[in-house]
């Protein structure tokens, strides 16, 4: 039997939600996470941001969050799909781009000159 996305969503929903509380299951719940991001990505872009969209949490962060966790996991996830999803969420929202993630931010401040997201003095 093939999962739907649906389904995938709704366990990585539950996944996400048993992080509020993880006790000292930490590692087990991050990785039931991480496996539910992995799985996700095994459906189209068009699919993923229709189930966002269809779901309670705010689709561009949520999309967002979903192409930084699936660059991270280099070698789990395809990297052409990640770029996929991003450059399908470019296509049809060309005035909200995609927000960066923490690694992302970070170069940013450090591209601007001083570490601290303002331009070096001159």
Not at 59 to 88: C, F, M, N, Q
């Amino acid at each position: 039997m093939e999962m739907d996305i649906a389904l995938a969503w709704q366990n990585l929903e539950a996944a996400i939600d048993g992080m509020k509380d993880p006790g000292d299951e930490f590692e087990l719940r991050l990785n039931t996470v991480l496996a539910g991001v992995t799985l996700l990505f095994e459906f189209s872009p068009e699919e993923i941001v229709a189930q966002v969209e269809a779901s309670e949490l705010p689709t561009r962060p949520t999309i967002s969050w979903l192409v930084y966790e699936g660059a991270r996991l280099k070698g789990v996830v395809d990297p052409s799909r990640v770029r996929a999803l991003a450059r399908h969420w470019q296509r049809l929202h060309p005035d909200q781009p995609l927000i960066p993630g923490p690694d992302q931010k970070k170069s940013q401040r450090l591209a601007s000159g001083n570490g601290h997201g303002r331009p070096a003095p001159a």
